[in-house]
């Protein structure tokens, strides 16, 4: 080869090399971070001290935390026997049953889901054992000041700030390249296991939920694969260790979830999941072998208002220690949030703006809880 060939072939050597770099970043997502939260205390070494008194700093005050309905009045969340909605003579009924639950609690609780109670049983098993792991080794899996996975608090923006009587362990599941690998890899090798085991069966079930949500809309069922085809999931670990004032404290803020859909395992008896149902903090008591669903601030966006999103929040125990894993199911990242196309028209009007869903999350996680602002940000203002 003779010294101009040289050159013109490495030169479009390095043409070639770059276009592909360029392309290669261009479709590598960049660290995926929606934000952090300041550093605070593990709550569960906390309690390991006898307290007879929470620290000033946990203290709720009476008026964040209205009188639960109690008795035999309690109104019961909707249970959806997923088996009747997807096969049989009951779906319409049961459909019918899940539209109904979506408008009027926006919490419905699941059986006959698919999700065998071996997997439950192992992937309980593996949490227990995370939370129960020596310091020294919850401090290699701590948050980092600048995300918000590990072991921590979320939510958190001053040192004036109250906080829950709570710790988490907070992790991006799915799509596999979102996650922070060198987090994954720090984990037990059985719970890391377990975990993605769980997390394919709780995306093909959030998929199920929402293409059966979509049918009950009357949505176009393109639309609903195109917008959750390669969606963001999460998982929120929570401990609430027991409390010596349960009165004056809260395991976890009233809330909505920003997500779609959000799917919780809790991992033992402990009641401590309200949902606020026409001003009354109500009690969850999860069936056996359900999975307690609700729906998210996205879900309520999508279907234009019809379906809910409802605050909720976790009381604590004197006594008893309380675990559950919230699993949360979004949209995908490179889509656009806002009323799906196929429901709005001149006779039904978005009522809520469009916003790029990595906008959104990374709004709403540089927001303080507090019960529904957010949903309520996200909706159109009108003059006149």
Known sequence: ?????????????????????????????????????????????????????????????????????????????????????????????????????????????????????????????????????????????????????????????????????????????????????????????????????????????????????????????????ELFSDAMQSMRMNYYPPCPEPDRAIGLSPHSDADALTILFQLNETEGLQVRKDGTWVPIKQLPNALIVNIGDMMEIVSNGVYKSIEHRATVNSNEERLSVATFYHMNLDSELGPAHSLIGPHNPAIFRRVPVQKYLQDYFARKLDGKSYVDFMKERREG
């Not at 709570?166 to 991006?172: E, G, K, L, Q, T």
């Not at 799915?174 to 922070?180: D, F, G, N, S, V």
């Not at 059985?190 to 939920?209: F, G, V």
């Open 1 to 225: 080869m003779d010294l101009d060939l040289a050159v013109s072939f490495h030169r479009d050597i390095n043409i070639v090399s770059t276009v592909l770099s360029e392309r290669i970043m261009e479709s590598t997502p960049a660290k995926l971070n929606f934000g952090k939260s300041l550093l605070v205390p593990s709550v569960q070494e906390l309690a390991k001290e006898h307290l007879t008194n929470i620290p000033a700093r946990y203290v709720h005050s009476e008026q964040e935390s209205p009188a639960i309905c109690a008795g035999a009045s309690v109104p019961t969340v909707p249970v959806i026997d997923l088996q009747k909605l997807i096969s049989g003579d009951s779906m319409n009924s049961e459909l019918q049953k899940l539209h109904s639950a979506c408008q009027e609690w926006g919490f419905l609780q699941v059986i006959n889901h698919g999700v065998t109670s071996s997997l439950l049983e192992d992937f309980k098993r593996e949490v227990i054992k995370l939370f129960s792991l020596p310091m020294e080794e919850k401090k290699k899996l701590w948050q980092q000041e600048d995300s918000l996975e590990g072991f921590g608090q979320a939510f958190v923006f001053s040192e004036e700030q109250k906080l829950d009587w709570s710790d988490m362990f907070a992790i991006f599941t799915l799509p596999p390249h979102i996650r922070k690998a060198d987090l994954f890899q720090k984990l037990p090798s059985n719970l890391r296991d377990t975990m993605e085991a769980y997390c394919k069966e709780i995306k093909s079930l959030a998929m199920i939920i929402l293409n059966q949500l979509a049918k009950a809309l009357r949505m176009d069922e393109k639309e609903i694969r």
